[in-house]
Nanobody, 126 residues
Framework: QVQLVESGGGSVQAGGSLRLSCAAS????????MAWFRQGPGKEREGVAR???????TYADSVKGRFTISRDNAENILYLQMNALKPEDTAMYYC????????????????????WGQGTQVSVSA
């Protein structure tokens, strides 16, 4: 089983930055497919960014050019650098992972990620 623990959330003003971290541990800790999802108040969970292997990345249109996903395989940590934050980015952010042998089609569909963290809250004020 893979354990995922997010950190780095907080409250910032619009235009500010935060960096989220997701520490992975357990069997094959750093899965091939890793992603960030978020769920805002009264909204459904949505995909934010995904990284396949070391360099293949996918971003939601709403965060392109502002967020960057990366991973440190040596430290088993997934990151999400968030710049130019907007009030609409306010949400609980979740780290998710799927093993390399699983089928994870292109896109940001949460159904294909079996491992999840507990989330870290990000609040952006106007």
């Amino acid at each position: 089983q893979v354990q995922l623990v997010e950190s780095g959330g907080g409250s910032v003003q619009a235009g500010g930055s935060l960096r989220l971290s997701c520490a992975a541990s357990g069997y094959l800790a750093m899965s091939y497919y890793m992603a960030w999802f978020r769920q805002g108040p009264g909204k459904e969970r949505e995909g934010v960014a995904r990284i396949d292997g070391d360099t293949v990345t996918t971003y939601a249109d709403s965060v392109k050019g502002r967020f960057t996903i990366s991973r440190d395989n040596a430290e088993n940590i997934l990151y999400l650098q968030m710049n130019a934050l907007k009030p609409e980015d306010t949400a609980m952010y979740y780290c998710a992972a799927a093993p390399g042998w699983s089928y994870v089609p292109l896109g940001l569909d949460s159904r294909h990620f079996p491992h999840w963290g507990q989330g870290t809250q990000v609040s952006v004020s106007a």
